[in-house]
């Protein structure tokens, strides 16, 4: 980003820029496999330009705020290359979650869980010796394996995470996954196959963000973190409370319908649960995981909590249509008190992209379920900052 871009992005009024993750990765999943937590990869710049893109954007009062993925690394970062080379009950290996098969000589995964990906959420390494070994939990691709926030070096990595980026002057962190560090770890097979992630105020994840929140408030100024989350919104209070983070991103109006009462659950429901707390309430439309307002507006179905174009049905999406109903939902929001999340492209009233060749995808659902689910990379496209989409 250039400073001219920052002043376009200044002009809109917003506040505050949340950058998608930069970090050194194999790029497996959009760089949220993340090999190094304290560099910038080398496609987008280096740590230098990056302290110049945060004082360019508080010259022009805007705020900078990154995306930290706690949840998850890569499989190439550093802990997780020693811990396959350590071996079983090794110290490296507690750092995630490697666990015994089932079954004659462990060749069984654990449990039935499954990724978020398609196929399931276990993958087998091989042992030192070269013989089968343990398998580990990834929630996400195997690509991707998952901490053990249990071992307390976890938290500790990330206390210094934290504040490698708040001494460089973030103004804070919209943490990806936030809700699902802890798992039942008897890993129990379940109906349904989905993994048990508790999340109520007995979870030990809300003593995690305890410790995160009071590193926060080491720092001076107006630092903040959104935490990503799912749950209900009875639930979500939880992870807002006053010694926990700042804000939660309300997937109510991504979940919701074309109808007034749906909406105006979603606003109801969303104040009362956040009054409580005494939190402040967001608003969101669109994201980087979910198919683009003008698309879903315009007609695409529902699939499996998320709003999918249906192949036969695809050429039926209005996007005129579309486009009106986003622009009156974008205007809803803005009179809503709280904060309120756009995502590059939806104030230019972008479309999903979802004529994308099947050789250049590159959302790993789209090969973990061997083609049956498209993924994400439709409202992915790079945002076109000129007329001619430079």
Request: contains cysteine; aromatic residues 12%.
């Amino acid at each position: 980003v250039c400073s001219s871009d920052l002043d376009d992005i200044a002009a809109l009024g917003v506040d505050a820029l949340w950058l998608s993750p930069f970090y050194p990765s194999p790029q497996v999943d959009a760089g949220y496999d993340v090999s190094d937590y304290c560099d910038v990869d080398p496609q987008f710049g280096t740590l230098a330009d990056f302290d110049e893109l945060v004082r360019e954007a508080h010259a022009r009062q805007l705020k900078v705020t990154i995306d930290i993925v706690p949840n998850h690394c890569s499989n190439q970062h550093p802990w997780f290359i020693e811990a396959v080379k350590a071996g079983r009950g090794s110290a490296a290996r507690s750092r995630f979650h490697f666990v015994d098969g089932r079954g004659t000589n462990g060749d069984e995964p654990p449990s039935n869980w499954a990724s978020v990906f398609g196929g399931p959420s276990w993958t087998r390494v091989s042992e030192p010796d070269g013989s089968p070994g343990q398998w580990y939990y990834h929630l996400f691709a195997a690509e991707q394996p998952d901490f053990n926030w249990e071992n307390p070096e976890v938290l500790a990595e990330f206390e210094r995470i934290f504040r490698f980026w708040l001494d460089r002057g973030v103004d804070g962190f919209r943490i990806d996954v936030s809700d699902a560090l802890i798992k039942d770890t008897t890993w129990p097979d379940t109906e349904g196959h989905w993994p048990i992630i508790p999340k109520d105020d007995a979870s030990p994840v809300h003593a995690i963000y305890r410790r995160l929140r009071t590193v926060m408030d080491e720092y001076d100024g107006d630092r903040m973190a959104v935490v990503e989350t799912g749950a209900p919104d009875d639930v979500v209070a939880l992870f807002i409370r006053s010694d926990e983070m700042h804000l939660a991103f309300n997937f109510r109006f991504v979940k919701a319908q074309w109808n007034a009462a749906d909406f105006r659950s979603a606003i109801e429901e969303s104040l009362a649960a956040n009054s409580i707390v005494n939190a402040p309430t967001t608003w969101v439309t669109e994201n980087h995981d979910v198919t683009r307002s003008v698309t879903r507006y315009g007609g695409a179905i529902r699939l499996a909590g998320d709003y999918v174009p249906d192949s036969q049905q695809q050429s039926r999406v209005d996007l005129e249509l579309g486009t009106r109903r986003a622009r009156a939902v974008a205007l809803m929001l803005l009179t809503l008190p709280g904060a309120v999340y756009i995502y590059n492209g939806q104030e230019l009233g972008l479309p999903n992209v979802d004529d994308l060749p099947d050789e250049v995808l590159q959302d790993p659902s789209f090969f973990r379920t061997n083609g049956a689910v498209r993924g994400r990379d439709g409202c992915r496209i790079p945002l076109p900052w000129s007329h001619d989409g430079v």
